[in-house]
């Protein structure tokens, strides 16, 4: 049978002059995918799995994750920075980031350095950066620059020292209408167990937080049984360390995993969690 792809326009892809924690829509890149999923017009959507809320609309599920590619944050220099790092550049150098999470943590770490709004896909930020003295570097995902071709612009991976990583950032999401059977059997075979089991456990732990784009969550997850998490209020004062359709992967290890995300969110949030959410959402809403 023809297979053939429709590409589509979201929410979060129009809107590239506000922050996304701004906008106030859970599902801004998810949205319009998921409509026409929910009218038939395609029977497979593909996400970044970061990008998709904890809950999903009913009838809908992940039918696949696929293997992840490097979850990290990159910087990416202005050309006239090349050969320098976050450490060495000079004091009081702007970075451009549209992350709360990013800019938490980086701030905390790199005091010297002052953090602005930056909008825009891939290219669009590029172009600022290159085009413009505005920023002295930015910080992107890894895995969007890897996948467009870009890994050359990577002038340093950012690890969990300076900055863990988004929920779910570096794995692509398979979305199927959870009643196509033949459907979620044939994606099944893309999920890659590791990176499953990784997930579900951040995921697992978001939706005990009930964390979204507008709360600055972090994570470094590893399958050997640890899982460091991080919850900084945007003035990075505080910082305390602590559905899927799988049929191809042990029921009881994905238990496990969930369980796992959801006692660390426990536990965090009996260390006083919330209290560091609530402020971060309202100095979010006075952004």
């Not at 004062?237 to 959801?262: D, F, I, R």
Request: overall charge negative; charged content about 25%.
């Amino acid at each position: 049978s023809a297979c053939f792809s429709v590409a589509m326009s979201t929410i979060g892809d129009k809107i590239l002059d506000t922050a996304l924690s701004k906008i106030g829509e859970k599902s801004l890149f998810t949205k319009e995918l998921e409509n026409a999923l929910e009218r038939n017009e395609v029977d497979i959507v593909v996400h970044s799995l970061k990008d998709l809320p904890t809950s999903l609309p009913p009838g809908f599920t992940i039918g696949a994750i696929l293997q992840r590619e490097n979850p990290h944050d990159a910087v990416v220099l202005h050309p006239k920075n090349a050969g320098l790092t976050l450490d060495s550049l000079p004091e009081k150098s702007v970075i451009g980031t549209s992350s709360l999470r990013r800019a938490a943590q980086l701030k905390k770490r790199f005091p010297q350095l002052e953090f602005e709004n930056i909008r825009g896909n891939l290219n669009t930020r590029l172009k600022k950066l290159d085009e413009k003295d505005d920023y002295a570097a930015i910080i992107l995902a890894a895995a969007g620059l890897k996948r467009m071709g870009w890994e050359s612009r990577i002038s340093q991976i950012l690890g969990p020292e300076d900055c863990m990583y988004a929920v779910g950032q570096g794995a692509l999401a398979v979305e199927v209408r959870a009643q196509d059977k033949d459907i979620l059997e044939m994606v099944s075979v893309l999920h890659h167990p590791d990176t499953v089991l990784q997930c579900i456990s951040e995921r697992a732990f978001l939706r005990q937080l009930e964390g979204g784009c507008s709360v600055p969550v972090a994570v470094h997850t590893e399958v050997k049984g640890v899982v460091d998490v991080c919850i900084v209020s945007e003035s990075a004062q505080e910082c305390v360390h602590v559905g899927v359709t799988a049929n191809s992967v042990s029921s009881s290890a994905l238990e496990a995993a969930e369980k796992l995300g959801m006692d660390l969110a426990n536990a965090l949030l009996n260390k006083g969690a919330k209290d560091i959410l609530t402020t971060a959402r309202k100095l979010n809403d006075a952004r």
